[in-house]
């Protein structure tokens, strides 16, 4: 994934400009009516995607009848494996949420001492860290793609680090490769915080299976949601039964612990509701996915916005619409987002600010790093909403309202921020 910079003035089309269109057409038109637009008053920037509710009165009989309600029941292990399947996996465990997930995965592999990590990210990530007592160290990110930077990664490693934890920010794929090769050097373990990146897949292979884990969130707010919930994607079935261990309390069996566990389990019902949800997700994300194509087909062409766009062999979830805004309509984003939001467009500046700007991290030391990059994508990042059953015409108006923002601004001197 890279950005693709536009300088001022419009782009004209390519050929390759052309071709995406034409796609999302394409796209647009072969999305099934079972999740068909929905034209509310207002635009959420984003919206959970929910099955019909009388398929998922089944389920709720089910678990009724026998009285399962948690402590893995047959829905909770039915979708363990049918997730595995989806996603093209070896081994998943479930738990109660992204963050816990990462929690278990942090002791599944004895982390200890520092983890090296980046700022631009939501303060999950930090969070969970420190919940297993280790220290986070946040590098810069890559300019090009708003991941963590490797070539950052090498110069922060001390023998006191135990880890590095990427995020595949945005659900846009890390440089796994040069990551694995770091990794290798150093004999650091990998975990990959997958949160927002269900289903994406590079070259063909699920971008889940990098790392020594990879965790993903089921919230809500995700592309595929068990109202929360979410997995550890694992190497080896024995991390796997370590996992499951460690959600349960650290039972070895009925009455045995020999690990500081927690309760991180999925009940029934999340279960039951991941399974109906399962088999729409694919049809989700193509909605998503034509949504982002004609939100691009306008966006990539106007003064001083850069989109994030894929790269040969990705395949996206879309998972979210994010895009900077040029210098010269950067300081004048919450202006921007006001006169979204009088149009009842609401959008977002994921990820401002970074976790070093939080109370609880600006005494840890490597906060006060300059961060330059992370710095400024954290004040020209903003996103636009992005859900399956989101009305045209709300894109239509959201890709309005910034076109003409920025054709306003074109006539305001450039105050290049310091960096």
């Given at each position: ?22 796609e999302s057409a394409e796209v647009a038109s072969a999305i099934p009516a079972r999740a068909p637009p929905v034209d509310l008053d207002e635009a959420p920037v984003t919206r ?324 330059l990059v992370a710095r400024d994508f954290a004040r020209r990042v903003l996103c636009l909403p992005l859900y399956p059953d989101l009305a045209v015409r709300h894109v239509d ?23």
């Open positions: 994934m890279e950005l693709t910079r536009v300088a001022a003035g419009r782009r004209r089309l390519t050929p390759s400009d052309n071709a995406r269109q034409a959970p995607f929910l099955p019909p509710l009388e398929e998922f009165q089944p389920y709720l009989e089910q678990i009724w009848k026998n009285r399962w309600l948690t402590n893995c029941g047959p829905f909770h292990e039915q979708l363990e494996a049918e997730l595995a399947v989806h996603l093209g996996v070896d081994h998943l465990a479930l738990t109660s949420n992204g963050t816990t997930a990462l929690q278990m995965a942090f002791q599944a592999l004895d982390l200890q001492g520092e983890v090296i990590t980046t700022p631009f990210t939501f303060v999950a990530t930090a969070h969970a860290l420190r919940a297993c007592n280790l220290r986070p160290v946040f590098v810069d990110i890559d300019p090009r793609t708003g991941n963590l930077d490797p070539a950052k990664i090498e110069q922060a490693i001390t023998s006191d680090t135990s880890a590095i934890l990427p995020v595949h920010c945005f659900g846009h794929p890390c440089q796994t490769n040069r990551i694995a090769a770091i990794a290798e050097r150093h004999s650091l373990k990998v975990v990959y915080d997958a949160a927002q990146a269900f289903g994406v897949r590079r070259d063909g292979e699920s971008l889940l299976r990098s790392g020594d884990a990879a965790c993903v969130s089921f919230h809500a707010t995700k592309v595929f949601n068990t109202f929360e919930g979410g997995a550890v994607i694992c190497p080896d079935v024995r991390t796997k039964r370590r996992i499951a261990q460690l959600r349960n309390f650290g039972f070895t069996d009925t009455y045995s612990v020999d690990a500081i566990g927690t309760n991180a389990k999925m009940n029934e019902v999340q279960a039951a509701f991941g399974l109906l949800q399962l088999k729409y997700v694919d049809e989700a994300i193509s909605r998503r996915g034509a949504i982002a194509a004609r939100y691009a087909a306008t966006l990539r062409s106007l003064e001083d916005i850069e989109l994030f766009e894929p790269e040969a062999g990705w395949q996206p979830n879309h998972s979210y619409f994010p895009m900077l805004l040029g210098e010269r309509i950067a300081d004048q984003r919450d202006a921007l987002c006001a006169r979204l939001l009088a149009a009842g467009i609401h959008s977002r500046p994921y990820f401002w600010p970074l976790v070093t700007d939080h109370a609880v991290y600006r005494h840890v030391p490597s906060a006060a790093a300059e961060l108006n959201a890709v309005s309202i910034v076109a003409e923002f920025c054709q306003a601004e074109t006539s305001r001197p450039l105050a290049r921020a310091a960096r």
